[in-house]
Every structure is written in C-alpha cells, then in structure tokens.
C-alpha cells in the first residue's frame, strides 16, 4: 500500500537521485530521473508516492513544489458589448398589516372583498331574535374533597456500580514503535511482519511479493538474506513487544491472573538487560501475592461456608482450585469430609443429597466420602444420577450394589506360557596359572688379576707438595 512522504533531494548520480526523509541526517535510498521534474535542483523538498517492500522502498512519483510548477494555460474572456436598453424597476407594495382578523387590512392579501353572501349559508345571528338570556342562579358549592396525604418520597439510594471483571489487556505500542523507528528503511517491513506473524509471517510475505514481481514479468527476490536478516531481528522484536506488554501489566492493577501469569512465563527467553530483569522482578511479585490473597480468600470462603451451615457451597468451593499449586488445609478437608458423611445419610432429602454428592464428586478428598445410607424416597432418575457419581466415589458403589467390575484381561492371558528353558550344568573351568617367564642368566666369566706397572702406580698415587 502507498502511502505520501515529504524526501529532500540530496545529490545527482548517472540516471539516478539520492534522496532522504525532510529533516532526517544521512540519504535513505534512490530514485530514478525519469520521475523528476524539468528545473530541479539539489535541496528541493517535494511530496513523493512511496512503497514499502521486503527488500526497501520503492519511490513511485514525485510531485514538483509549488513555485516550480508551470501555470496552465487560461482563456482570456471578452465581454460582449450589449445595446442599451431602458432601465426597468421592480417596486414591491407595502404590506398593511400582519394579523389575520383585521378586517380593514389585515391578512396576507390585503383587504378582503364583499364576496356576498353564499347559497345555502344562514343568516347572521342577531341579540333581538333570540330575546333576553335568562339570569342564572348561583353556583351551588361543591363538597371540598378530602386531601390525601402523600408519603414523602424516599432518597434515591445510589446507584450500585457494575462490575465488569478485570480490564481488558491492550499493551501500547511505545517500545515496538520505538524499534520501528530505530530500524534503517530497509529492515522495517521485515520487522513489521514479525510483529505480525513471525518467521511465518516473514516467508508468506515473501511468497506473495515474488508471485506478484512474477505475474508482472519482474525479477523474483531471494529468500535467504531476508530469512537472515528476520533471524538477526526476532530477538530484538520479542524484547519489544514483551516490554509493552509488561508496562501495559504494571500499570493495571487489577489485570486478570492469567494475562499476568502469560506475561511472567514470557519473561525468561525476553528480559536480557537490566531494566527488563527489573521489570520481571516486579511482575513476578506481583504474581506471587495475588496468587497468595486468592488462595487465602479460596479458603476463607470454605470456612465460612461450613461455620454458616452451607456445606453444599463449601464442598464445591473445595473443587474450584484457583490453581494447580494450592492445597487445602488438612484440618479444613478433615471437617469438610466428617461433615459430608454425616450428611449422606437417610435422613438427609433426595435433592439434597444428591446435589451434596455430585459436589463431593469433583472434589479433591472424592475417595474419603463414605456415604451412610441411601433417602427413603427415591425414584429411577436419581439412582441414575447416583450411580453416575459412583465413578468417582468408590464408596458409593457398595451402597448401590454395584458390583466391581474385574480389570481388563490382558491380552497374552489365553496364550499357553512357554516351559522355562532346560537347566544344563556346565562344570566349572580350570583355574588358569599364569607361570613367569623364564629369563636367561648370562655365565659368570672369571677375570684374571693382572698387576698394573710401575708407572701406572706412580701416576695413580697422590701428589705431595714439599713444605716451604
């Protein structure tokens, strides 16, 4: 989709313009000649038609400024020179008056003429054919009725204010318009598609653009650099969009446990640097003491439903977890079960306990519920119903003579079962010896004594120097 931008031209090439945003620092892309106009120069600011594609932007037109552009060409208009004719006047009459009963000149249209009078119509009355009015007496009294008393109204009480639940999680776009903007011109549809979709998104964009450049007879666009170049981003680009999320979770107070616990399990691949780290910190806080103030208030409205006597609510309360971590006291199961087999019992109506026992079904303490008996009353629906529950409670199924059925025979329990293999007995093996080598000892060969000489003996002796 195209959209309009305001570019500088910053130099001129062979066949091509450099050009960049109005305002910005460094040239941004090309555009070619042919899309200029006659006269421009280096430094003009105009309004150009741009494209955002995978592989950068695509200038389509260029619209020269204002003073460079030619006037168009204007039809001089000659009055025609008209004869002289007399002058006319329009004089409009007064009106007399605006009332309807005015006769001398009243209404819209002036005096009304004798019309006459008309066939048919009677004659106008007249006080001496009907003779004089007879008096009247006076009025006769009327009974003044009796007032009623009215209550006076009550105050309007104040209007109770609805409560919707938890917001509605809608994190900003400060952090990943932020990145957008940071991004040189030719990475920001790659990063625009992940936002949107991923590496996913990345390659159908890429599909789609190369089916179009093919249709139209144009040059397809490799995959691989750009398939790259959204790799190199996809950390940066979750980094951001955890961010807002995050800020978008601090600054509700009262988001919804599971928004907050979907933004905590984020953060472990996200928050790299400190500020993010911090951040986690913080939710991660969070999470913890509303996960601690919602299982206490779990099991404060357990204990308050078995003081008030409401043991239906109580039992059913003990199955709604509000997560998987929590556990109930045992000293709160323990009454929650002696409470529970005492109300099982005969005594007990149909309706009651059946809804105890359904609520005891999807309990976690199911398997320690011993009804003691069956109500005295009881139909076909609610032995249906009862045994229904019997799955769950095992107790039940021997208050309802349910017989147990036998677990599933395995499948190799009709084949015969091979006889063991034969024992044979192997004599144990010689222990092995291992005998030294023999090592062969030279013979002594006897040497004779010869005496050394003379000289050799004198050589050998010490030397004595004589005393001075």
Known sequence: MSQRIDIELTSAGEGQWTWRAAGARQPKGLLDVSLLYPGVRVGDVVRAEMERLIDGVTILSVTAPKSLKARPETLAIIAKVEPDYPTVNVQYAEKAGRGRNDRDGGGRGG??????????????????????????GPRPERPERARVERAPRPERSVRPTIDRGPKRFAPRRIHRDALINDLPVEERPVAEQLLRGGIPAVRQAIIDQNAGLKASGGIEIPAAPLLAMADRLLARVKQAEWLDKAQAALDTPDLSLRDLRQVVTQADGVARDDSSRDMAAKLREELAKRVENQRGVWAADIVKSIEEGKLVRGVRAAG?????????????????????????????????WLALVEAAADSPFRRDVV???????????FLAAAAQASNRIPALLKLLGISIPPPPRSKTAGRPVPPPPPVRFVAPAAPVVEVPPVVEVAPVVEVPVVEAPAMVAEAAAPVVEPAE
């Open 111 to 136: 005096p009304r003429p004798d019309r006459g009078p008309r066939d048919g119509a009677r004659p106008p009355r007249d006080g001496a054919d009907r003779g004089p009015r007879p008096e009247r």
């Open 371 to 381: 009804p003691t008996g069956l109500p005295t009353k009881t139909n076909e629906a």
């Open 320 to 352: 709604n977890i509000p997560d998987p971590a929590a556990k109930l006291d045992p000293e709160v199961t323990a009454r929650l079960v002696a409470a529970t087999n005492a109300e099982l019992s005969s005594d007990t109506p149909a309706e009651r």
